[in-house]
Antibody
Framework: EVQLMESGGKLVQPGRSLRLSCAAS????????MLWVRQAPGKGLEWVSR????????GYADSVKGRFTISRDNAKNSLYLQVNSLRHEDTALYYC?????????????WGHGTMVTVSS | SSELTQDPAVSVALGQTVRITCQGD??????ANWYQQRPGQAPVLVMY???NRPSGIPDRFSGSSSGDTASLTITGAQAVDEADYYC??????????FGTGTKVTVL
């Protein structure tokens, strides 16, 4: 089955760090650019970061630039998001997603998300 | 940074047609893509590019674009179409942005 499964989310204090993971299965992971999208409780979707197939190019939303780092391990079919200096406003459900090969601006496969709660 | 604006909510009678719009300057240069998100579920891509439906998406969904506005139309809305809908696009720097979202209620 083609799927993405996120993990690593939890309750953390402001200023702390966390590493989110996304395990891919059922498709050739190294052929796809991957990304992270988050959704604060009761709010809309926010694009966070993307990484190209060979990790040669990454991009970040202004809201996380300098604090978050995206990476991947194609041998392990895994995507990661290192989140540092966490703020209350980082509280959200974090989804990993896949860019389409037919249209790289569209995201055709999503995981179910992992929840990050930043609170003291 | 780029912004995409959507109406917060629309309603449609069962079997009727509803159009959801997405407005933003970046849409003059890039297509919008559309996602459906039912309560408690992950987003699902329902439209991409000029007017393309992913496999498994019913043909009652269609897309269009003009100037700085993109639209998603549901022709013959069904109860299962009740969800939040988000547009998304990119800007020239490769940053992606989602619209503010539209809650569709099927009456």
């Amino acid at each position: 089955e083609v799927q993405l499964m996120e993990s690593g989310g939890k309750l953390v204090q402001p200023g702390r760090s966390l590493r989110l993971s996304c395990a891919a299965s059922g498709f050739i992971f190294e052929d796809f650019t991957m990304l992270w999208v988050r959704q604060a409780p009761g709010k809309g979707l926010e694009w966070v970061s993307r990484i190209t197939r060979n990790s040669g190019n990454t991009g970040y939303a202004d809201s996380v630039k300098g604090r978050f780092t995206i990476s991947r391990d194609n041998a392990k079919n895994s995507l990661y998001l290192q989140v540092n200096s966490l703020r209350h406003e980082d509280t959200a459900l974090y989804y990993c997603a896949r860019e389409m090969t037919a249209d790289p601006d569209a995201f055709d496969l999503w995981g179910h998300g992992t929840m990050v709660t930043v609170s003291s | 940074s780029s912004e995409l604006t959507q109406d917060p909510a629309v309603s449609v009678a069962l079997g009727q047609t509803v159009r959801i719009t997405c407005q933003g300057d970046t849409l003059r240069n890039y297509y919008a893509n559309w996602y459906q998100q039912r309560p408690g579920q992950a987003p699902v891509l329902v439209m991409y590019g000029e007017n393309n439906r992913p496999s498994g998406i019913p043909d009652r969904f269609s897309g269009s674009s003009s100037g700085d506005t993109a639209s998603l139309t549901i022709t013959g809305a069904q109860a299962v179409d009740e969800a939040d809908y988000y547009c998304s696009s990119r800007d020239s720097s490769g940053i992606y942005v989602f619209g503010t979202g539209t809650k569709v209620t099927v009456l």
